[in-house]
């Protein structure tokens, strides 16, 4: 700057400056404000990397897919797979023979084969360039590529469910990775309805439109995903128009949304089941009558009712509603803190029963008021609770969680689609040590659903498997809550239950 | 005969007392059970609003407890902790800091450095990771603000004893074959306590607003234990729908802080050794 620069000259120029740096963003956020060309969307969850497999998250998971795609997709709706670059199936003994489709190109020109495929799980089965979906492969044993469009995984046993294994599986081009070798993720190659453009360290992503994308082209030009954790930034941007779509809206704040001119709210049953889990090793937890007693003493329903306004789905059974496996027949165990106070007698505990409660604040939605209130309902039941809150990282790590070392806690599994996922994951002897359970009767029907093609049978299964659950009073099933979604009024999207945002179902109305 | 100055002291000792009795005979004051949940009667507004109920004074909170008692109940946590922290640090401090100055040479060497290693790290940084660390509970976080609070007493006892130990005083007592303990409990630290006292009470304000920012991080007492901090932090998401959850113990915090200023204004006052000597 000029430094004989006189005082009625800086003040001038300061006010020039401070009058554009206080109307600038008037005039961006109106040509933001959902555009046919581009969307731009707020999200509690971005990629952390530019590697498409350093996680394992269902919304990222989504932000890849607007690049590079799966071999199949799960359709929430349907409750079953369908095609996208693989165009049929078959499960044969230890053997999947999957058929791709023909006339598929990447976004540098090359055609689709099966060497795409090898070339890819071989990204994602290395665990030491970053990735984290490894294990999905561990029982494979080989691929198999006898033709151009044919790919065979061989597995070391039957495996029913690898159809859910490869759903969130994406393919990179082989050619891609000839070319750029270790900086193949920065010029990302897939066959997806967007191209890459641009990725920054903190979560701001940026795709453009594939105009040859082969499954038709997508309405909206551009689209941007931009990392936003804190929920009132997000509330923040919709209602001012620098985001045209946002996650997450707190329940409490659904209402002063709804009138709002320019923003929409979207609700649907989410994917993330709440419950409260116990570890068998701990006493006096392997006994049924406690573990009923605090079935009795737990009132999901008031919890949603209350806390979240009404706003949830308190779990009928061992799974949601809207989970394969599910069992209508099922019902939960009704709130009835008298009859806890008995069971607790009969198990030897007639003065009540103390018992430790953990549970991370902060990773749930409203978890400190969740955990509050079941500590108070279960002290009307005859227990006393320690309410210990932990750190995620020491809570999940082999301290905690996953080390079998906390007696009781409360936790969500996202993404449950299929009953199996839990059942397999919480309750088969040896899985995890998330809570020790074990039981050969029920090892035996997960071991049978897993490797039963016919998903009625496999269902019936399930049910079987549930039943099991809900009798042994193994674990306190909760709720699902909503997910809600802030929408800009003016753009149409497809509602989905897995988290992911797609941009290529979205339109902007005229 | 009341000054300007001799108000500050009397105003903020009002308040300060009016606290600890409100935190001694909690129990009698408190309305209400503050743990007691009442789900129907959550996110009630104060008492003289339109929907406000007469049971519940300042309304109720997101699980449908009363504000006036846990308000009334989280006066004990702020002014327990807060006059823990100051005892504790300056006692640690106190010593720490006169073994440094009286003795000189290697002694002193040890304690600044110590203390100068403690005044590197970010204050709030330590008692975060200190909490982290040793889990949630009373005494660890008395523990952790006290780790970070003693170095300043310290820093000034030691500035205070350098000066007294050349005094004709402490060297007569020498001379009459006093021995170094005796001279340093009985001649030196009392000379010191006027700066302490300030330092206690401008400390105590710090403390009680540290304490309510762990709290409001999550890493202070246990969840049930109703604290101004953790009070102001479960009520921050219901600001605009419930804004009572945040004012009340952002008061409280406010008052406490302001009268225990006051009071360490008004102290500081008497002993500054300048309005002193013209006294």
Known sequence: MNSNMNRREFLKKSATVAAGTALGPCFLRQAQAASRDRVTIFHSSVADSINPYN????????????????????????????????????????????KLRKGVKFHNGATFTS???????????????????ASNFTDVSEIQTPDEYTVVFVTKQPNAVFLDRLNNRFMLSKEAGDKFGDKIYENLIGTGPYKFVSYQRGGNLVFTRNDNYWGGKADIKEVIFKKVTEDAARIAALESGQADFINNVPDHEVARLKKHP????????????FFLAINFTFK???????RQAANYAVDAPAIVRNIFDGIGYPCNGPVGANVLG???KLKRYPYNPQKSKELLAQAGYPNGLDIQFYYSPGRYPKDREVCQVVAAQMAKGGFRVELISQEWALFWDRQGVNGGRLPFYYIGRGGLTDADTLYDQYFRTGTTKRTNYSNPEYDKVIDEQQKTPDSKKRIQLLQQAGKILMDEAVFIPLYNLADI??????????KRADEKVKAWDMKIKA | MISIRHLKLW??????????????????????????????????????????????????????????????YGSRISLMVGAATVIFAGIVGCTLGAIAGYFGSTADEIVSKISEIFLAFPFLLIAIAIMAFLGQGVGNLIMALMLSRWVQYCRVVRGEVLSLKERDF??????????????IFRHVIPNTVASVTVIATFGMAIVIITEASLSFLGLGVPVHIPTWGSMLAEGRSYINRAPWLTIFPGLAIFITVFGINLLGDGLRDIFDPKLRRQR
């Open chain 1, 326 to 328: 599910a069992d209508p």
């Open chain 1, 485 to 494: 979604y802030g929408v800009a009024k003016n753009l149409e999207w497809k």
């Open chain 1, 262 to 273: 320019r923003v929409r709210i979207d609700q649907l049953e989410g994917l993330r089941m």
């Open chain 1, 115 to 133: 060497k795409d495929v090898v070339f890819s799980v071989e990204k994602m089965r290395d665990e030491k360039g970053g990735s984290l979906q």
């Open chain 2, 11 to 72: 105003v903020g000792g009002a308040i300060l007392a009016l606290l600890v009795v409100c935190g001694v005979a909690a129990p009698l004051i408190a309305p209400r059970d503050p743990q007691a949940q009442t789900l129907e009667d959550r996110l009630r507004p104060p008492r003289w609003t339109d929907n406000g109920m007469p049971a519940y004074f300042l309304g109720t909170d997101n699980l449908g407890r009363d504000m006036l008692s846990r308000i009334v």
């Open chain 1, 284 to 290: 006096p937890w392997d006994n049924k009558l406690v």
């Open chain 1, 55 to 98: 996680h394992s998250s269902s919304p990222i998971y989504g932000n890849w897919q607007h690049v590079i795609e799966p071999l199949v997709d799960f359709d929430g709706g349907r409750k079953d797979y369908i095609p996208v670059l693989a165009e049929s199936w078959q499960f044969q003994g230890n053997k999947w023979v999957l």
């Open chain 2, 170 to 183: 402490i060297t007569a007592a020498k001379a009459l074959g006093a021995r170094d303990a005796y001279v």
